[in-house]
């Protein structure tokens, strides 16, 4: 796990790449586990004549956890198919605060490995978003679901549902404590959600694949899936995230 001080993301549109740079300039912030996802949606407009128009919508989204000010989750989506878009100014989001918490953070008592890796996950075919993440000032583990407006109306700088069509809306899907069971240092972690938004966090260590999940009352101890020759790492794998789409 290295931290790092510039996070980009570059896209290569008619033969020329544009560049996002997606972490403050001030201060001496630093970005840990980058995660993209892409979804795709419909969205419907106006044209200049009244005419109903629509076209499929990608849109990049990356989540990271930041340590700067506060240390927290961030966001930032990236729509690839809009001509004007602008790559250069991306808009990132702190994801407490959009799931209505935010504020001061603190480290003390909590594994590393309860925060230091958000997730993002598809949710259906509609193109929505989940993400899972760590409130270090509410101590709570938080499943948003992220969507952006699909009907946007009339193009133009004065219409106000057209200009509101890069923001997300989130809606909070799931909540726990913190994870005491998560690991205190680890390089790697994943984070699996089942039907019900609850978390279940694995993660590797030598010859045993190890997970714990959140029950819906608390988080179950950490259970080991030994690996060898009759148990390969991606069966095991199949068979937590098995599990966990129960969950």
Do not use: C
Request: glycine share 10%; hydrophobic share 40%.
């Amino acid at each position: 796990m290295t931290p790092v001080n510039v996070l980009q993301i570059g896209v290569l549109r008619d033969g020329a790449w544009k560049t996002s740079v997606l972490l403050p300039n001030l201060g001496m912030s630093r970005a840990y586990n980058p995660q993209m996802r892409l979804s795709h949606t419909t969205v419907h407009w106006t044209g200049d004549n009244g005419e109903a128009l629509s076209a499929d919508r990608s849109i990049l989204s990356i989540v990271w956890w930041e340590e700067s000010q506060y240390a927290q989750a961030r966001y930032a989506p990236i729509f690839l198919d809009e001509e004007n878009f602008d790559f250069t100014n991306v808009a990132v989001y702190d994801l407490p605060v959009l799931s209505g918490g935010g504020g001061p953070t603190s480290y003390e008592d909590v594994a590393s490995g309860a925060y230091l890796f958000p997730a993002l996950h598809s949710d259906g075919p509609g193109g929505a978003i989940l993400a899972s993440f760590a409130d270090l000032n509410k101590r709570r583990n938080v499943v948003v679901r992220i969507t952006f407006p699909t009907d946007l109306g009339t193009p133009g700088e004065g219409n106000i549902t057209w200009m509101r069509r890069h923001i997300p809306i989130v809606g909070v899907v799931g909540d726990a404590p913190l994870a005491p069971t998560a690991p205190v240092r680890i390089a790697s972690m994943g984070t699996a959600l089942g039907a019900g938004y609850r978390p279940t966090f694995y993660w590797r260590d030598a010859d045993r694949l190890l997970y714990t999940r959140f029950d819906g009352r608390e988080w179950n101890s950490v259970k080991a899936i030994q690996l060898g020759d009759t148990m390969s790492y991606e069966r095991a794998l199949s068979l937590v995230l098995g599990m966990a789409s129960a969950n």
